[in-house]
């Protein structure tokens, strides 16, 4: 869901799926030089110094720079369309039009059980009756009529479908027709829906369940789409368990089991998910080895004894492009460009920050790589008044109901209780707002129809 800032240029949303769509389909000619990236906005943060605050970037314009970076990384990447199964497709996007390979239907069919008749009734039925998947059948005379099956061929020189329950039978096996019946009637011509030709689809379609079955009814095995951005999940932490009760002091990741699903559901292809613990020779070596396009780390983005992702990033000459977040949870977010074409997001460690910052960092920079559309953004007004935070943006759970969205409780920056029951989460403006205020709304992956349900 894009930000009412991002959306008051709404040609600019338009222009990041068609450039990125180009640069997919790019493979010569004029490339962003090496080490070219955006212009930081005046807000954007300079070096990491202990006032992150006053440096850390307005939410919707963390936003704008996450899905620019994206489209500087897709130009430096050549990122060529690749030919996908239908069956892997869910997800991507059009690289090519989708163009009829046939006519459709490719021949003339039955709309319904029934009967072809041919002329005016009462006809003589034929023994054999006409079944779905079997060749031409012999042509109708006129006053014969053969039984036939919803999709099966129409025999030739047949005038209409007479419907099984608009027709009966006399006592000499005649058929008689209970109503008038229309030359054509129930019956699907040859290219209907489509020539052989005609373009379906455009470039830049998201491939939903009717997008593949359009597909394999115009007679496609493969399309053509842009790649899925690849990530790689790094989960730091000595504290973080993988099964049991939290005892001793640790606790369970909730991160490792929410990460993966979550970026699927955002388009990506998750390659890795590595638990480093807090051991800084071995964040050091995960990021200089990773061919991921996107690096998603969580925790150790604050300043702390044991984080660190700052002293990492710094170690390998990479470009903070936003660090900190004006946003409640969330604030010590980050996004890194790693190498010319590969980035990284430093999520925090508490579940709720960490989501936060899905929603705002990685959810645009992996949906312009994947050239996805942009989601129209939309407003509610609140049930009940959201406490805002004095000077950030801060991001709430809510349940819909109606033509209203109803805050929930549980919302602490460690806390996932609320999330889980969510279908969206309302963007609070500093100061908060009071009940009956729209408010802009974020839809969750798994709570929208469509394509992103899909985690697979």
């Given amino acids: 869901m894009t930000a009412r800032g991002i959306q008051a240029d709404e040609d600019a949303e338009d222009l990041d799926v ?20 955006p212009t930081p906005a005046p807000h954007a943060p300079g070096p990491h110094n202990q006032d992150r605050h006053h440096k850390a970037t307005p939410w919707p314009e963390a936003r704008e720079i996450a899905a620019r970076a994206a489209r500087t990384a897709a130009r430096a990447a050549h990122r060529a369309p690749v030919s996908v199964p239908l069956d892997a497709a869910l997800g991507l996007t059009l690289a090519a039009p989708l163009t009829a390979l046939t006519d459709l239907p490719s021949f003339d069919t039955s709309a319904m059980d029934g ?42 020189d047949t005038t209409a479908v007479l419907r099984s329950e608009h027709g009966r039978m006399d006592s000499k096996d005649r058929l008689h027709g209970t109503r008038e019946i229309e030359p054509g009637q129930d019956i699907r011509p040859r290219g209907q829906e489509c020539r052989s030709g005609d373009q379906l689809l455009a470039v830049g379609t998201l491939v939903t369940p009717a997008v593949l079955g359009l597909a394999a009814a115009a007679g496609y095995d493969t399309v053509t789409a842009v790649p899925r951005p690849r990530v790689e999940v790094l989960v730091l932490g000595d504290e ?105 997001v430093g999520l925090p460690g508490n579940p709720l920050a960490a989501v936060s910052g899905l929603l705002t960092l990685a959810e645009p920079l992996l949906r312009t790589l994947a050239a996805r559309p942009a989601p129209e953004s939309y407003t509610l007004p609140l049930k009940e008044t959201a406490h805002g935070h004095p000077y950030d943006t801060r991001l709430i759970p809510v349940v819909l109901r109606g033509d209203h969205a109803v805050p929930l409780h549980y919302h602490g920056p460690a806390m996932l209780r609320g999330m889980a029951a969510a279908d969206a989460v309302a963007v609070v403006p500093p100061g908060g707002a009071r009940a009956g205020q729209e408010t802009e709304l974020l839809d969750l992956p798994w709570a929208t129809a469509g394509i992103e349900v899909c985690f697979t």
Wanted: charged share 25%; no cysteine; hydrophobic share 40%.
């Fill in 18 to 37: 068609e450039e990125v769509l180009a640069l997919v389909n790019e493979h010569n000619g004029h490339h962003t030089p090496a080490g070219h990236v």
């Fill in 115 to 156: 009967w072809a008749v041919a002329g005016p009734g009462p006809w003589d039925v034929r023994d054999e009756g006409i079944l779905a998947g079997h060749g031409e059948p012999e042509p109708l005379t006129d006053g014969e009529a053969v039984r036939i099956a919803t999709g099966a061929r129409i025999p030739p």
């Fill in 240 to 344: 973080l368990l993988t099964e049991g009760l939290p005892r001793e002091g640790l606790i369970r990741d909730a991160l490792g089991p929410m990460l993966p699903p979550w970026l699927r559901s955002l388009g990506a292809e998750v390659t890795a998910v590595r638990r480093l613990g807090d051991d800084a020779k071995a964040l050091h070596k995960a990021l200089t080895t990773s061919d991921a396009d996107l690096i998603v780390t969580t925790g150790g983005t604050a300043a702390g004894p044991v984080d660190h992702v700052h002293p990492t990033l710094k170690r390998i000459g990479a470009e903070l492009l936003v660090d900190g977040v004006k946003v409640r949870p969330g604030h010590p977010m980050l996004l890194a460009r790693t190498k010319e074409n590969q980035h990284l």
